[in-house]
């Protein structure tokens, strides 16, 4: 390539458009059916474990807190999640789905990849519950 035609290239770019999109202020509509984060519906849900048992990666834990008052908490591992969609595919009662509206999923803390759904209260007696320090084996004498 001849210095000129190059040099004549580089001129004409400087006065065109960037083909290249500025993400951060300018977004994207993610497509219609793209899979997305997770949402789910505690009130239409009845505790049958389905999405539980199709997940590939299990990223899905159903925390039953009292089946008879349909108290479930649904622990989803963001971190884990292959967005395949399985567990919405197979939930019958369509209490969970793939949404397309929230699909950044950037974070500094592991922590943040655990999401909790529920009811507010549920969630709350879920976290006081695993943060209390399992209970002192007693020592028993051999003998």
């Known amino acids: 390539m001849k ?3 190059m040099l004549k290239d ?3 770019s400087f006065f065109k458009k960037t083909s290249t999109q500025l993400y951060p202020f300018e977004k994207t509509r993610a497509p219609e059916r793209y899979r997305g984060n ?3 519906d505690p009130s239409a849900c009845t505790g049958c474990c389905l999405c539980v048992k199709d997940c590939p990666s299990k990223a899905i834990e159903l925390v039953t807190l009292d089946r008879a ?6 622990k989803y591992h ?3 999640c292959i967005y395949c969609g399985q567990c919405a595919v197979n939930c019958k009662f ?3 789905g793939m949404t397309s509206q929230d699909w950044e999923h950037a974070a500094l803390n592991k922590k943040e990849f655990t999401v909790y759904y ?3 209260e549920d969630i709350k007696q879920l976290l006081e519950n695993v943060s ?3 209970a002192e084996p007693v020592d028993k004498p051999i003998g």
Not at 69 to 74: N, Q
């Open 118 to 120: 529920g009811k507010d």
């Open 38 to 40: 997770l949402f789910y």
């Open 3 to 5: 210095i000129g035609t």
């Open 69 to 74: 008052a349909k108290r479930f908490v649904l």
């Open 10 to 12: 580089i001129v004409a």
């Open 132 to 134: 209390k320090p399992a």
């Open 94 to 96: 369509k209490c969970m």
């Open 78 to 80: 963001m971190d884990q």
